[in-house]
T-cell receptor, first 109, second 115 residues
């Protein structure tokens, strides 16, 4: 059965304290691994897609990496405006997105 | 260029009533996806539609739920005879033809509450 597990469920960081969020996946025929940011009351906002193990993508303070079993979202020197829920999702051979439950990040000034 | 528009943003229904959720895709997008987010759970795929066609409804409950995307107008997710367990946030996403799931843009959802 396809499964996407994110950890931790919640993370509190001091401003400037770097950390990583984990996304472990077990899916048949992974076609892509997606990261989204979701603010309260809003829909998911696309951040990255990774397609193959070893691939990395960066955007401002965020960097996403992918292995054959998991993906990491590294946050370098976070700011309070980075506070949000971060979702990962696997595109399976069934051509739809299978989401994890997210990591709720709070960055304290 | 307006994003994906969903309405209403909040919808309250009593058990047994019908709920209609609307989604207007981004301009130029011909593919629509519906997802449901239950409390403390991840978004779950429900249905994928193109204009006048249901492409994949493997995530849709077999009873009470239906979706359409007519030639003109928004996509509609219809829930008949709602029950308490239908309380959730329902998100719509759209993408251009042939662009793949990475090109999906999400709306801000409809929060459905069942009394």
């Amino acid at each position: 059965e396809d499964q996407v597990t994110q950890s931790p469920e919640a993370l509190r960081l001091q401003e400037g304290e770097s950390s990583s969020l984990n996304c472990s996946y077990t899916v048949s025929g992974l076609r892509g691994l997606f990261w989204y940011r979701q603010d309260p009351g809003k829909g998911p906002e696309f951040l990255f897609t990774l397609y193959s193990a070893g691939e990395e993508k960066e955007k401002e303070r965020l960097k996403a990496t992918l292995t054959k079993k998991e993906s990491f979202l590294h946050i370098t020197a976070p700011k309070p405006e980075d506070s949000a829920t971060y979702l990962c999702a696997a595109e399976t051979g069934a051509n739809n997105l299978f989401f994890g439950t997210g990591t709720r990040l709070t960055v304290i000034p | 260029n307006a994003g994906v528009m969903q309405n209403p943003r909040h919808l309250v229904r009593r058990r047994g009533q019908e709920a209609r959720l609307r989604c207007s895709p981004m301009k130029g997008h011909s593919h629509v996806y519906w997802y449901r987010q239950l409390p403390e759970e991840g978004l779950k795929f429900m249905v994928y539609l193109q204009k006048e066609n249901i492409i994949d409804e493997s995530g849709m409950p077999k009873e009470r739920f239906s979706a359409e995307f007519p030639k003109e107008g928004p996509s509609i997710l219809r829930i008949q005879q709602v029950v308490r367990g239908d309380s959730a946030a329902y998100f719509c996403a759209s993408s251009p033809a042939g662009a793949g799931l990475g090109a999906q843009h999400f709306g801000d959802g409809t929060r459905l509450s069942i009394l």
